[in-house]
């Protein structure tokens, strides 16, 4: 269902209680305008937004027809609904900690406000099984590290996408990881998909992967300072890391060869950060990738560039 669906097949009202589904959607998307609600956590406008918290109300599927917009709503359904327009405008929180529910890769997963809203531009890299920097072994199966895992999404998404590789999920946050156990299970991944806590690499087992992903705490002060409610409702934790948002980085950059296989890679996300980290590391260099979907700030780099720049990172 697009926006423009929704626009054309809504009734148009001015302050009449809604009476349909389509209706709903136009009522809550002009609340969202007004409030001047921030979005990006899964939709970027208001009535995308309105769309999903009504669907969820009222128990439609996600993908049903525009035949849908015109179904009557009961005034018992209608106060559901709007339950959820005051939570969102009051409260200033993402919808999904509304829903307790976020989508990537396809993939519904389980959230709450101990983990971010699921939304990197490494989900691109995902349904592209890493290709061209992955490469596989006939004779064992693929070994990979999502640290910072947060609800586990890029893992967990990892391997279902990739049915043949064992997959280490990691957080520093004990609340974090239950959110990624809960996920593992809503999946089914139980006996490819391993929960660790861990600060970093100090909790991981003495074993080495194939690929390490991560999209780790790089938000920078600045913009730490200056971000919308919607974000500071998200953990503190994962989202800040210093000054230049480049704290965990370091320490990824200074430790990751000692994890990694001998053609491994390390694939990381400082999204807006990218430039702090070429200012810090003019003489690296990083391999920075694009996204035919949107996004930024996601570089690659290998087991032996890490080994040749330690003295950098140290």
């Given at each position: 269902?697009?926006?423009?669906?929704?626009?054309?097949?809504?009734?148009?009202?001015?302050?009449?209680?809604?009476?349909?589904?389509?209706?709903?959607?136009?009522?809550?998307a002009q609340q969202f305008?007004?409030?001047?609600?921030?979005?990006?956590?899964?939709?970027?406008?208001?009535?995308?937004?309105?769309?999903?918290?009504?669907?969820?109300?009222?128990?439609?599927?996600?993908?049903?027809?525009?035949?849908?917009?015109?179904?009557?709503?009961?005034?018992?359904?209608?106060?559901?609904?709007?339950?959820?327009?005051?939570?969102?405008?009051t409260e200033r929180i993402?919808?999904?900690?509304?829903?307790?529910?976020?989508?990537?890769?396809?993939?519904?997963?389980?959230?709450?406000q101990h983990v971010l809203?699921?939304?990197?531009?490494?989900?691109?890299?995902?349904?592209?099984?890493?290709?061209?920097?992955?490469?596989?072994?006939?004779?064992?199966?693929?070994?990979?590290?999502?640290?910072?895992?947060?609800?586990?999404?890029?893992?967990?998404?990892?391997?279902?996408?990739?049915?043949?590789?064992?997959?280490?999920?990691?957080?520093?946050?004990?609340?974090?990881?239950?959110?990624?156990?809960?996920?593992?299970?809503?999946?089914?991944?139980?006996?490819?998909?391993?929960?660790?806590?861990?600060?970093?690499?100090?909790?991981?087992?003495?074993?080495?992967?194939?690929?390490?992903?991560?999209?780790?705490?790089?938000?920078?002060?600045?913009?730490?300072?200056?971000?919308?409610?919607?974000?500071?409702?998200?953990?503190?934790?994962?989202?800040?890391?210093?000054?230049?948002?480049?704290?965990?980085?370091?320490?990824?950059?200074?430790?990751?060869?000692?994890?990694?296989?001998?053609?491994?890679?390390?694939?990381?996300?400082?999204?807006?950060?990218?430039?702090?980290?070429?200012?810090?590391?003019?003489?690296?260099?990083?391999?920075?990738?694009?996204?035919?979907?949107?996004?930024?700030?996601?570089?690659?780099?290998?087991?032996?560039?890490?080994?040749?720049?330690?003295?950098?990172?140290?």
């Open positions: 269902m697009t926006d423009k669906t929704l626009t054309s097949s809504a009734a148009s009202f001015s302050h009449k209680t809604p009476q349909t589904v389509g209706e709903c959607i136009q009522y809550g305008e007004q409030a001047e609600l921030f979005f990006g956590h899964g939709t970027d406008n208001a009535e995308d937004e309105s769309f999903w918290l009504t669907f969820y109300a009222l128990g439609l599927p996600f993908e049903a027809d525009t035949s849908v917009l015109e179904q009557e709503i009961t005034e018992a359904e209608w106060h559901q609904v709007n339950a959820l327009f005051v939570r969102r405008v993402p919808a999904a900690y509304i829903t307790g529910e976020a989508w990537f890769c396809g993939y519904p997963f389980t959230v709450n809203v699921p939304r990197s531009p490494i989900a691109e890299l995902i349904l592209q099984q890493y290709q061209p920097w992955l490469s596989s072994s006939a004779d064992q199966p693929l070994r990979i590290l999502d640290m910072c895992t947060g609800c586990g999404c890029i893992g967990i998404a990892t391997a279902l996408h990739m049915p043949e590789a064992l997959v280490d999920v990691s957080d520093i946050s004990t609340e974090a990881l239950l959110v990624a156990q809960d996920n593992i299970q809503r999946h089914k991944l139980q006996d490819r998909v391993t929960a660790i806590q861990s600060d970093v690499f100090s909790g991981l087992p003495n074993s080495t992967y194939d690929l390490i992903v991560t999209n780790p705490p790089y938000v920078d002060k600045a913009d730490i300072d200056s971000m919308p409610a919607e974000y500071q409702a998200e953990p503190a934790i994962a989202l800040g890391s210093g000054d230049d948002g480049l704290d965990i980085t370091r320490r990824l950059l200074k430790e990751a060869a000692n994890y990694l296989n001998d053609n491994g890679v390390m694939i990381v996300e400082v999204g807006n950060s990218w430039e702090n980290l070429e200012e810090a590391f003019p003489n690296v260099p990083f391999m920075w990738l694009g996204f035919e979907s949107g996004g930024h700030g996601v570089f690659v780099i290998t087991k032996q560039e890490l080994i040749d720049y330690q003295a950098e990172f140290v």
